[in-house]
């Protein structure tokens, strides 16, 4: 049997399993379908999900409990606006909160207009806030995020101890981030996550950091393994190919992220060096009779 070249092997140690989600829909979207100026908008600062966003979430929340998804996460990283604060709860945390619980609500009840019921910390990973893989910066109002200390009063348990300004210092109102400098932001940020030692990660997210990002990914790829990380879609009337198109609103795609610099320091848990026991190498009768006639000597 010949060698073939379209496989790789990879230490287990080496690899994570992180499961990339876009959030559901926001009113920033439906306006800006209608009139893409719309995002320029300061009525649709820190944008919130629509009803329809919420029905979308809760499609997606009922696909990662049925297919056992939810079980697994050991971690949620969410982009610390509005919209993919309140999608990252409604899907992967711990469903209704009640009075008197032992911990603080991930969700308050009607958390932005939101008119859903508190979402419980129990039962479901730790959810930690990471400005690192927030949407392009700058110029949409939608994308600028609220006060930390705003936040922590509607979603008491995520963590936001990694964001070092109360205020957003990113967000500039007359400079647009570069797509450049979001997938090298992107890829960064998948470099950071080697500095965790959760093996299973959900990140949630935007389109537009999706998108470069894994753009940027797909230009080391097999063509094959590019398109994968994609698709095919249609824009307009001609059909483009494209490395990565866009997240549909409440899109999950999974991924192998695959440390190649090792970048992480940990050894695998379940690799076995095959010592052998102490005793001799021989069949057990054979060995009791050696063992035996040593005694005797003795």
Not at 154 to 159: E, G, Q, R, V, Y
Not at 221 to 229: F, G, K, S, V, Y
Not at 274 to 292: H, N, R
Request: hydrophobic residues 35%; neutral net charge.
């Amino acid at each position: 049997m010949e060698a073939g070249a379209g496989t790789a092997l990879y230490p287990a140690h080496r690899c994570k399993t992180i499961y990339l989600v876009r959030h559901a829909q926001g009113v920033h979207n439906v306006e800006g379908e209608k009139d893409f100026a719309a995002y320029k908008s300061q009525a649709l600062l820190d944008a919130q999900l629509t009803p329809l966003g919420w029905s979308q979430v809760d499609t997606l929340r009922d696909h990662v409990t049925k297919c056992g998804l939810a079980k697994k996460i050991e971690l949620v990283i969410v982009s610390p606006l509005l919209r993919t604060m309140q999608t990252a709860v409604g899907v992967f945390g711990g469903g209704s909160y009640t009075d008197g619980a032992s911990a603080s609500p991930l969700m308050v009840e009607g958390a932005g207009n939101s008119g859903r019921q508190p979402i419980s910390s129990l039962n479901c990973p730790p959810f930690l806030a990471v400005e690192a893989c927030r949407e392009h910066l700058g110029v949409h109002p939608c994308d600028k995020r609220s006060s930390v200390t705003k936040y922590r009063t509607l979603f008491p348990a995520i963590d936001f101890s990694l964001i070092e300004n109360d205020e957003d210092v990113l967000w500039e109102p007359d400079v647009r981030e570069t797509n450049e400098s979001v997938a090298l932001r992107g890829m960064k940020f998948f470099d950071w996550l080697w500095t965790r030692e959760e093996k299973e990660i959900a990140i949630v997210s935007h389109s537009g950091f999706l998108y470069h990002t894994l753009n940027m990914y797909g230009k080391e790829c097999h063509p094959t393994i590019a398109e994968e990380l994609g698709k095919q879609c249609r824009r307009g009337r001609r059909r483009r190919r494209r490395t990565s198109p866009r997240f549909a609103n409440c899109e999950l795609r999974s991924m192998v992220l695959i440390d190649r610099s090792n970048l992480g320091s940990d050894t695998s848990k379940y690799n076995f060096a095959g010592k052998i026991p102490t005793g001799l190498d021989m069949p057990s009768d054979v060995a009791d009779e050696k063992e035996a006639e040593e005694a005797s000597k003795n």
